[in-house]
């Protein structure tokens, strides 16, 4: 199975800051990488797909870039409901692995 | 509005069983592949199944395969996952999730249920 890292596992952060997270696969799965973020008690929210596609209503301090086995979240100015956790998964297999999440939360 | 609704959680024994159900509306349910995915506490997301559109092909994580079924019911917009041999790793909160574009099952997953929590405990 394909399986997905991600750095850092946390960080913190003030707002306007910018912030940048790592996402790793370790075999290459092309751009079939999406990120999602989740807060507290809620469900995951789809912010990318395909690497670097911003999915409708997304807002575009979000961006993302990379393919093969590296990509890159970035949060261009962060805001303050941008504090929760981000996932990258990939969907080159049926596998469907998510990576085990970065924290980002307040400096 | 676009939406899927979760139900069917709840504590169960080692050993048992459970039907989880994910009601859908505002879209053709028919029309896309699903998954169900889950979140131990305090832990990252898990993929569990997924089911294409019409049924005819079904994926699973190894950590379920033989002990989780994944189905639906098209003429009533409704996901299931039917879970046997629960064991304690199962607890989690668990997730239907809607596939992005539809009949292929390579896409990202667009819209999330709120979830329903699953306890396995004795």
């Not at chain 2, 092909?57 to 950590?63: E, L, M, R, V």
């Not at chain 2, 999330?112 to 004795?122: C, H, I, L, N, P």
Request: overall charge positive; glycine content about 10%.
């Amino acid at each position: 199975a394909i399986r997905m890292t991600q750095s850092p596992s946390s960080l913190s952060a003030s707002t306007g800051d910018r912030v940048t997270i790592t996402c790793r696969a370790s075999q290459g799965i092309s751009s079939y990488l999406a990120w999602y973020q989740q807060k507290p008690g809620k469900a995951p929210k789809l912010l990318i797909y395909a690497a670097s596609t911003l999915q409708s209503g997304v807002p575009s301090r979000f961006s993302g870039s990379g393919s093969g086995t590296d990509f890159t979240l970035t949060i261009s100015c962060l805001q303050s409901e941008d504090f929760a956790t981000y996932y990258c998964q990939q969907y080159y297999s049926y596998s469907f692995t998510f990576g085990p999440g970065t924290k980002v939360d307040i400096k | 509005q676009v939406q899927l609704v979760e139900s069917g959680g709840g504590v169960v024994q080692p050993g048992g069983s459970l039907r989880l159900s994910c009601a859908a509306s505002g879209f053709t349910f028919s029309s896309y592949g699903m998954h169900w995915v889950r979140q131990a506490p305090g832990k990252g997301l898990e993929w569990v199944a997924f089911i294409r559109y019409d049924g005819s092909n079904k994926y699973y994580a190894d950590s379920v395969k033989g002990r989780f079924t994944i189905s639906r019911d098209n003429s009533k917009n409704t996901l299931y996952l039917q879970m046997n041999s629960l064991r304690a790793e199962d607890t989690a909160v668990y997730y239907c999730a809607k596939v992005s574009s539809g009949e292929l099952p390579r896409d990202a997953f667009d819209i999330w249920g709120q979830g329903t929590m699953v306890t396995v405990s004795s």
